[in-house]
């Protein structure tokens, strides 16, 4: 559904082959680990789902247009990460980690299920860099997101294995 769990399985395939010593280490300063950038897939899915449950309680109809969500995997192009999904050290380890992809993921599939598709595509909120997103495209965008950050994962493992 919205090509979510493709997305999801490239990164837990990454994952597993992460050794847990290496998930916690950075390779510089102001970059993330592995397990910090997990860390802001479940504080950023979380958001979602939680933005989404409130543009649904207003009920006010809003359409958007289509974006093309994904140059989300564009990583020359940065968007600095709001506060409140820059990670916090809530994971001890990588299995605390996809246990807590696993429970946002369960939300946001709940959330699919359980709502009108024509809901989804007629509310609305703002992204920082895509502008207003229909609550269907801001389904989607959480996959490809989820990319974007697989790519960053990459990035830090090359670093630390030179």
Not at 77 to 95: H, I, Q, T, W
Not at 111 to 119: P, R, Y
Not at 132 to 142: G, K, P, R, T, V
Request: aromatic share 8%; net charge negative.
């Amino acid at each position: 559904m919205y090509g979510l769990d493709e997305k999801r399985n490239q990164v837990l395939d990454f994952v597993n082959e992460v050794p847990e010593e290496q998930a916690h280490l950075t390779p510089g300063e102001d970059q993330w680990s592995i397990l910090e950038v997990l860390e802001h897939l479940y504080l950023m899915e979380q958001l979602v789902v939680y933005q989404i449950n409130q543009a649904i309680k207003q009920g006010d109809d809003h359409q958007a247009s289509e974006k093309p969500l994904h140059r989300t995997t564009d990583r020359d192009y940065k968007v600095e990460a709001p506060a409140s999904v820059r990670p916090k050290g809530e994971f001890m380890n990588l299995d605390d980690a996809k246990e807590g992809l696993k429970k946002t993921r369960e939300s946001t599939l709940s959330l699919v299920n359980n709502i009108e598709k024509e809901t989804l595509k007629n509310r609305a909120f703002p992204h920082p860099a895509f502008g207003d997103l229909s609550l269907e495209q801001w389904i989607e965008f959480i996959g490809w997101h989820e990319l974007r950050h697989l790519e960053q994962m990459k990035e830090v493992r090359a670093a630390l294995n030179h």
